[in-house]
């Protein structure tokens, strides 16, 4: 078996290994969520979990192989996509939890980790809808974990989107960024797809069509039930049209070494170079 | 994008025209727990999504394409290894779920399934501990809904090695068959591990001095908390040096050929041949 | 007893009264969170409360009367307070619900109310934490509504300083505005607190060396246990000073009369002038 | 801002000089539910909190001020109201939480009072139908507690009502008392409210047509589903006419004086006078 | 087989025979706590399982055998014992259920038997804490019962001792009657012991030192934690020195007579003589 | 009051001296559920309760009385019975708990004893599809144990049956075994009823148009909803016929001495003889 940072791809003993060393765990947190025709619908999980992985990478590389990064097995399913940032959770493919769902499940595989011995933990975000409740999931865990004795465990909870600085977005969207929210099946997650998985993306299938009314305009509010025709007709809600495999080397590098950083200042090593 | 029968690497307009025809889902449930030495942790959800792949495109085959086989993307967390069956929820690697998140998992993803239309699923199940706790999510989420008007939906539960029938474990084990329970991270599953990942498994790594005391001879009992001694040094409960590709090819064939005549029965459909 | 648009201070005849004619229901989601050294506690669920009360009055205005608005009791609790948006759940005043006890509680009260026969609903969120809780309670509520056989209810959520727009934005904050994130306990609330409970405000109360470090600058992460150093001594996340009941007056103005208009387009009617 | 009992009132500076003395905190459960034609349907909620109020102040003069009363914000939703206690939860303004919901909510704030810091604290009920739900999260709420290392917190439970003496019952209700269950809406409520909250009392609203059948005779058991033609057309379970402010205050006055001294003797400190 | 009410004792056949006519059921809800030194733990439960056996037996005799009395399988543990009506929750040999369990528990068996066919229900409370969430576990399984499609359920839900009337109260106490609240271990629950198991009673066993502070003077509130010295040392509220056989044959026969009443009233068949 | 091992036939008094001594607590958990024409629908709580009154009596006599065994009130209602192993949960007479439910009664029985200083539990599981769930709630008790600073408890596990050993499986099956699944209603359930409630069996009860189809035919899979036809029309899925009195007193002594075995194992005490 070859060295990895994927928990799921080790034997029990190589981790426990790394365990008795100086480790960070990743819990990338996707979803299984429509992303127009032009791409899989795994794409929340997937980019998640790789840039959980490059970011681990990083981390062992930035500090000489004495950190080692562990990313577990993803939460491949997310809570419901809201309208305003993932077209809706009742477009078909979308396979939604319930909210008390993502808090259990966060909760468990946390304590789970901090009772194998992690005491420090990046949860990764990648579906916009779940981060409250995966907060909310961390939080309980380290109140039990506590209760437990455990009292020297910390958790950072991340998008990794917010670590694409302002001059990046300024690199890649010339004609002006709309939000983070608005980026579902958008450039940015469309050219990350191009860089780690172009196998699941096809760019010829942006029929004109369907990809029209974008970058959508939603209201500044909610409605349930959902109102169909608020979504563009491909469940997009920006034009992947400008996306392509360099932006997304740019995006990968850019994000990647920000949370770097940002992991370095929570959890600093003084053998950190 | 290359036809697949997984949905995470589905478009959502593909998954919707095979939806509109006759499918069947496969909703696999796994585990992220320690396999021994010699194998890689993600065993049980590698191995049933890959099982269920391979059924759903045997059923296409042996339906002329007429059945569309659609595999959800697998819960990649399973609950307490239980020591008779998986060596025990306190070794380290071994990260579980409560079995309230896992009924509440499965509960919400058959639910969603069947909001989008899916009226044939079947769970398969690859970490013995799951079952019950699978079981009584399908459960809930048929009486969801039927609340919402679904009267139609129909599930199958099953574990993928109850397919192996009697002729072939007499041929694979000449030795004697000690059941499915002490199968953990023995010749059956990394048999399987051979075929479908063999960069996942190192048959190099089964130390003598680890490997020793199988197959394990455990109480009839269950203790809690876990008595460690009880589980051999290795984590597996038995010997999987007789293992090979050969022998996957044999179980994988005799199990999907099984299961597809199962489901066959369950969903039958005229046109099958 | 006056006329009112508080469900709380109207007796159950006048009620029903006004549930037989056309009605939409507020329910404001609140607080009960640190806010400085120069405001009450109460502010998010007081606020909330108020502007809903506001919103109702001039809905039932601008319909001539056609249609009654009606503000339920507040929810006075909110989610735990985060750092990037309260200054953080372990603040000494700061009380908190679970994210489950929040979800349960604004799924009671809608059900409640749809069994009484409201059947146009505005959730009113006033702490930024809590919508995607308040989110998940009006999901679940509508679809035990619909096993019940209520199929017509529609409920808009929203949260009242989205309808505050980019001109009156611009007017209020010269210097630069740093986002709704921010604006805990700053020029926004102070300002509405100004105009609508002055007794609970006092603009000496801002030590200098208190209200120091503003805005803040808080990480683009969440850590937990949460940091006490990131949150400035105050607990506010941006400076006060430059409130004034006449900001008060402008942001109530600006954001009800949005409000109105985008609840009339969701509950179109058409006597609505 | 002014000196205040009510925690919603206070800032977050003065509270904490408070909680550094010696606090006891009141937590006020109300329900919002029909009561009557004559009265606002805030009853329960809004008397309690006052009755905690005026408690709280009388504590504070009791101890020469050298113990700080903080009543917190109300539950000002309550469990369903019962035919027997409160003319039942069919009943349209009446508007109820399930169980589970009032259980978690009075368990979150009492935990995270006693994160605060707080020690001392007296659960009041106005709302017959709570009891048990209250009790059960208080009892949650200290065994979360404990697991935090917090072991000398105190609760006291207690309905307002329970402290009116024999004596002043026969002074108030000459023609004979049937007893706290048949209060609602009676003469104990609507004269605490004529004392409290006179704008929300409407006398003259007492149609005889409507206020006939009191006090109601009520079967010794429940029936679900709820036999509306059981509870009397006015919603009330004993006729209010007798009613006064004079009344108000001998109920007041009896009721607080004798909630001090259960309180003092729960929490005896030697300064007391 | 003999004939029997208890639905235990009764084979699934002769059962289906008994559903296909006119049946009541009767759910019998009781506790496993002390009782002092006379008598056994299972009280609570034995004593309401008979009662309810006795009911049924009178049902079926007041209708000339063409209603069917069936008593289900008591539910035999109970909510949290308070100290003022049976002692406290920390006394050793009181075993008890959380609140969200004993509601999840009657909601459970009484959906089961709706969707067997029972439509006539009888809950009987046998442990005074219970009520209340026995409340909500039947409202709960009514909801669910309702969303399948059952809409012509109805249950009673009761408390024996609630029947026995005013006239027995005084020829039983004849020295006065403090309430069914101190009645626990006292007079009714001891006769009626001594009536149906008198080889679970012992007389003799009433150590005057520990059988004193009888009746109970407890405090009009609780307190969490409990405070011990506020229970009698024998752990009953009033004294059973006085109980007899006879006293619980007229106990018996008046409550029973008075339930048969009642369940008429509510389920009136046109036959019942 | 005679001696006895039930704790709900003792005093509280009693009770407590026992459990100043060395006691090993026994839970039982069976289920109220059809089995066939010939059989009582209590026979799996019946069974487990008095196997566990046996093996507590036995338990006794091997330690010479130094050992107090003590049974707790049963779990008298079950988890869904399914087709495999009880004939399924659709059948009229059987009483199912959701998962969940069953999962909080372990849970609260098995902590509240351990509150009470009960340290050494045995859960004899009666019914097959039980023990997930009450594994999941024993672990859930010991986990909140732990927190109250228990941390000496332990927790045995077992189904009775499994302790009948092949010896005696062979003698008393020579035709065969099928297996303790299809065990369900055959020979062991009505040879221990023959033996502990003949009065609850009747072995004319078994109309050969009923009792045929056995020992049952099942799929190697569940489904749900359930398909009634799967069923042998008798409930049974073995043939009872060769049932007898003498069957069960070999049954109950070779069960009963291999459960005292394996308890003293696992809580061995240095006098056990």
Redesign the interface.
């Known amino acids: ?2 060295p990895t940072v994927y ?10 290994d790394k ?1 008795a060393g100086d480790s960070v765990f990743f819990i990338p947190v996707g979803a ?1 969520e ?9 794409v929340d ?2 980019l998640t979990k790789t840039m959980a992985g490059e970011t681990a990478k990083a981390l062992e590389a930035a500090t000489g192989g004495k950190v080692n990064g562990i990313v ?3 939460i ?2 997310g ?2 996509s ?1 309208q305003r940032s993932g077209g809706g959770f009742h ?11 993502l ?3 966060a ?3 946390a304590l ?2 901090m009772r ?2 992690a005491r420090k933990i990046v949860l990764m975000n990648g579906h916009y ?1 779940n ?3 995966a ?2 999931g ?3 865990a ?2 039990d974990a ?3 004795g455990i009292n020297d465990a ?5 998008s990794y989107w ?2 694409v600085d302002d001059a990046t977005i300024e690199q890649l969207y010339p004609d002006g960024f709309t939000g983070w929210d608005l980026e579902h099946a958008g450039v940015m997650e469309t050219s990350l797809m191009l860089l780690f998985f172009p ?4 760019m010829d ?1 942006m029929d004109p069509e369907l990809y029209t009314g974008l970058p959508a305009t939603l ?7 959902i109102i169909p025709s608020y979504t563009p007709p491909s ?1 997009c809600l920006s034009h992947p049209g400008e996306s392509s495999r360099e932006k997304g080397v740019i995006l990968r590098d850019t994000a990647v070494a920000n949370m770097v950083e ?1 992991i370095k ?2 959890f600093a090593w003084s053998y950190i170079r």
């Open positions: 078996m070859k928990m799921e791809e080790m034997d029990a003993f190589t981790y426990r365990l299984l429509q992303h127009g025709s032009h791409m899989a619908m795994c999980a997937a577990t097995a993803p491949n399913y809570f419901r809201q477009l078909t493919g979308t396979t939604s939890l319930r909210g008390t769902t808090i259990a499940l909760h468990d595989i789970s980790l194998q011995g809808e981060y409250q409740f907060f909310e961390m939080q309980l380290l109140e506590r209760a437990e910390k958790i950072q909870l991340l917010d670590f196998e699941l993306v096809d299938r209201p500044n509010y909610d409605v349930l039930p469940g940002a200042r929570e």
